[in-house]
T-cell receptor
Framework: GENVEQHPSTLSVQEGDSAVIKCTYSDSASNYFPWYKQELGKGPQLIIDIRSNVGEKKDQRIAVTLNKTAKHFSLHITETQPEDSAVYFCAPNQAGTALIFGKGTTLSVSS | NAGVMQNPRHLVRRRGQEARLRCSPMKGHSHVYWYRQLPEEGLKFMVYLQKENIIDESGMPKERFSAEFPKEGPSILRIQQVVRGDSAAYFC???????????????FGDGTRLSIL
């Protein structure tokens, strides 16, 4: 089965800095790569996703890059703000199957 | 445009009782997934359902747990004879109908926090 690892497990940055979280996976059949943000007491919120035929996708301050050969994809947040503080999960999967979540990265943005 | 609705938000049960968790998917979504989250961990898949069908229940314990998604009404996750280890947050996600072998984003509700006394 799929083995998913996220690094780092915790990340502290100053407001305005960039943050990068990396996700490695083992199943070469995975073809969908989403990132979720979870705030305390809430469900995961999809913030960006990428499919295997694309190498990079950007949405304002958030971007995701994919390296299928090396089996990893990364979340990039620029100009971080205190409201970006949350737990971030990657969840690679194949079409029509359940998401396999990493253990999460706790991002703290201090002002 | 309502999102995925789960109720109750919090549920307290004593050992041996039954717990019923409900999930109403987003409008137009016909796929429902249930996940369980233990404190400070990622979500673990339990079961995937379409209307009136269980597609994949490989993540669900064989005993005491069951799920359904009837033609009318919400999806139900049922836990019989609950034990302390069932305490967790249970999340439901839904996705729309899609092409075969296509990925449709899963959108999550805010979960049910189940506490077993």
């Amino acid at each position: 089965g799929e083995n998913v690892e996220q690094h780092p497990s915790t990340l502290s940055v100053q407001e305005g800095d960039s943050a990068v979280i990396k996700c490695t996976y083992s199943d070469s059949a995975s073809n969908y790569f989403p990132w979720y943000k979870q705030e305390l007491g809430k469900g995961p919120q999809l913030i960006i996703d990428i499919r295997s035929n694309v190498g990079e996708k950007k949405d304002q301050r958030i971007a995701v890059t994919l390296n299928k050969t090396a089996k990893h994809f990364s979340l990039h947040i620029t100009e971080t703000q205190p409201e970006d503080s949350a737990v971030y999960f990657c969840a690679p999967n194949q079409a029509g199957t359940a998401l396999i979540f990493g253990k999460g990265t706790t991002l703290s943005v201090s002002s | 445009n309502a999102g995925v609705m789960q109720n109750p938000r919090h549920l307290v049960r004593r050992r041996g009782q039954e717990a019923r968790l409900r999930c109403s998917p987003m409008k137009g979504h016909s796929h429902v997934y249930w996940y369980r989250q233990l404190p400070e961990e990622g979500l673990k898949f339990m079961v995937y359902l379409q209307k009136e069908n269980i597609i994949d229940e490989s993540g669900m314990p064989k005993e005491r747990f069951s799920a359904e998604f009837p033609k009318e009404g919400p999806s139900i996750l049922r836990i019989q004879q609950v034990v302390r280890g069932d305490s967790a947050a249970y999340f439901c996600a839904s996705s729309p109908e899609g092409l075969v072998n296509s990925n449709q984003p899963q959108h999550f509700g805010d979960g049910t926090r189940l506490s077993i006394l």
